[in-house]
């Protein structure tokens, strides 16, 4: 599976981005699909995470009431809706996959891995 992250860029406190997560090569509809995001000097965290059926979704505490992850099965895509954007949310975004069903927090869960879109927000 080939995951391609696109949809970010620099933007304002305050506004909204949506990231896109567009998979080839393969089907991921069978997939739980999570967003990472990584800021410079600190580790890959966690933001989000949706089931592979789109019934159950997980958040980081940072991003409850703010971010919403979807997917649309019938065009491979996982989306990521940003919200209410903070200078705190600036990392590079990074989209995977989850072949095996979990444990959802932890990274070596998932298989396969985009390339990361920047996200850069200020104040």
């Known amino acids: 599976v080939q995951l391609q992250a696109s949809g970010g860029g620099l933007v304002q406190a305050g506004v909204s981005l949506r990231l896109s997560c567009a998979a080839s090569?393969?089907?991921?509809?069978?997939?739980?699909m999570g967003w990472f995001r990584q800021a410079p000097g600190k580790e890959r965290d966690l933001v989000a995470v949706?089931?592979?059926?789109?019934?159950?979704?997980y958040y980081a505490d940072s991003v409850k009431g703010r971010f919403t992850i979807s997917r649309a099965n019938a065009k491979n895509t996982v989306y990521l809706q940003m919200n209410s954007l903070k200078p705190e949310d600036t990392a590079v975004y990074y989209c995977?996959?989850?072949?095996?069903?979990?444990?959802?927090?932890?990274?070596?869960?998932?298989?396969?891995w985009g390339q990361g879109t920047q996200v850069t927000v200020s104040s």
């Open positions: 995977a996959a989850d072949t095996g069903g979990g444990p959802w927090t932890l990274r070596s869960s998932y298989d396969y």
């Open positions: 949706i089931s592979w059926s789109g019934d159950t979704t």
């Open positions: 090569g393969r089907t991921i509809r069978n997939y739980d």
